[in-house]
């Protein structure tokens, strides 16, 4: 059996890593891959929205399935495409993937649902949404309704963080067409946690709870990014919340889709907020595997995900079960001098030769922002590594990990050294 890949993250790389393991699977296509999926992997030369040549290529290779990684794809109607040539995808349909898409069509779905979350306003007026800001104070979070790579989320500290934010994308057009409209939404407090779950239009099976890190400096200090490190499982997702979060999210997000008639197919990730009472509150929705967690998940994932992926599409995910490494597994984000405003690229990564079974049992390096330099591994973006280690506990863990980025260098390289404080500080 043939499968490909779509996208070129860690994201990625961890899928095709787990792909790769199954019995059943005979080649792994990445397209277009990264150094890392380069040297195990046979790497397809496609953009990820090149949709007619993805289709082309899954029917001239005969690939049995596809996997969709990145959100771009999706919202360029991939699914649709192959589902049109009769090719088996998983992944939501270009209707479906408005949860992540659109901002606005995500919190109109969740309040037409009674999904909870935060009070909102959608605004393309600036001179309205200044008006709103003031209206509601801050702390206040500002979002640009459409995609922008991890950059389209401000959580503002104060009004004039906020005004800054709301002309920097409805007047600046510094998101360009992802910006032109904002949603304005009361700041949620709490913890927050990433529940990622496989759906089959009617079916929900879910994966190992986790948690990422977004800001870029230790202590949860500096901007956004599209995330630092993970870990699996979170703690603070106990049996009770999980349970939940299920009742009260999940399930009420899977059924109000196949209600407005865009049944839901593929991965889905919530990004809840737990108050100090315990509540969840949905920060988001994303409708593909999360990155950093899916490096973390794979890890921990004992099943053949490919079985578990061939249910997804047949509509069987009720007949299917996920077993996990009772292991935790962390992973730790390498980023590129200048990230997350402006990557360098092109430095030369040193070191990955030494992270080995023998030196390091149980580590696993998952390649991003990285290509191949005649025999070199450069860096080619912003988030170039994930260094994943498995451990008895998250503490266990953590150290296996930190103790694998030592051993790298590239010039410029920054990275947080607290990835999994929270659980951490949680379990002694």
Request: glycine share 10%.
């Amino acid at each position: 059996m043939k499968i490909l890949v779509v996208g070129s993250g860690g994201r990625e790389h961890a899928l095709a890593w787990k792909i790769a393991q199954s019995p059943r699977v005979t080649r792994v296509f990445v397209a277009p891959g990264n150094a890392g999926t380069a040297r195990t992997d046979a790497v397809v030369n496609v953009a990820v929205t090149a949709v007619g040549e993805l289709v082309k290529f899954a029917r001239d290779n005969e690939v049995a399935l596809t996997v969709v990684g990145p959100e771009a794809p999706l919202a360029a109607g991939i699914v649709d495409a192959f589902q049109a040539a009769q090719l088996p995808i998983f992944g939501p349909t270009r209707a479906a993937a408005q949860l992540e898409s659109s901002k606005d069509y995500a919190k109109a779905f969740m309040q037409r649902h009674g999904l909870p979350t935060a009070a909102y306003r959608t605004f393309t007026d600036a001179a309205a949404a200044h008006a709103y800001v003031a209206e509601r104070g801050a702390p206040i979070v500002i979002k640009a309704d459409g995609l922008a790579a991890g950059k389209g989320v401000v959580v503002a500290a104060t009004r004039d963080e906020a005004d800054a934010a709301i002309d920097a994308m409805l007047t600046g057009n510094s998101l360009g067409a992802a910006g032109a409209r904002v949603v304005i939404e009361d700041m949620l407090h709490g913890e927050e946690a990433s529940f990622i779950v496989m759906v089959d239009g009617r079916h929900v099976l879910p994966l190992a709870s986790s948690q990422d890190h977004k800001r870029l400096a230790d202590g949860d200090a500096g901007p956004n990014t599209g995330g630092m490190g993970a870990y699996s499982p979170a703690p603070i997702v106990t049996p009770a919340l999980h349970a939940r979060i299920m009742r009260e999210v999940i399930l009420p997000a899977v059924n109000g889709m196949a209600a407005d008639g865009a049944p839901y197919t593929g991965f889905l990730y919530a990004g809840v907020m737990i108050d100090d009472a315990g509540r969840p509150q949905v920060l988001e929705f994303n409708c593909r595997l999360g990155d950093p967690e899916t490096q973390p998940i794979m890890m921990r994932l004992k099943s053949d995900l490919v079985e578990l992926l061939l249910h997804a599409v047949g509509g069987t995910l009720d007949q299917a079960e996920a077993e996990w490494d009772r292991r935790a597994a962390l992973g730790v984000v390498l980023a590129a001098a200048g990230y997350p405003d402006a990557p360098r690229r092109g430095a030369i990564i040193r070191g990955l030769e030494r992270i080995n079974p023998a030196a390091h049992p149980d580590v696993q390096v998952f390649h991003a922002g990285t290509t191949l330099v005649n025999t070199d591994v450069a860096v080619s973006g912003g988030r170039v590594l994930c260094v994943t280690a498995l451990g008895d506990s998250v503490r266990l863990a953590q150290k296996a990990a930190y103790a694998a980025v030592d051993d790298i260098r590239f010039d410029g390289m920054q990275y947080r050294r607290d990835i999994g404080h929270r659980a951490v500080a949680r379990k002694p």
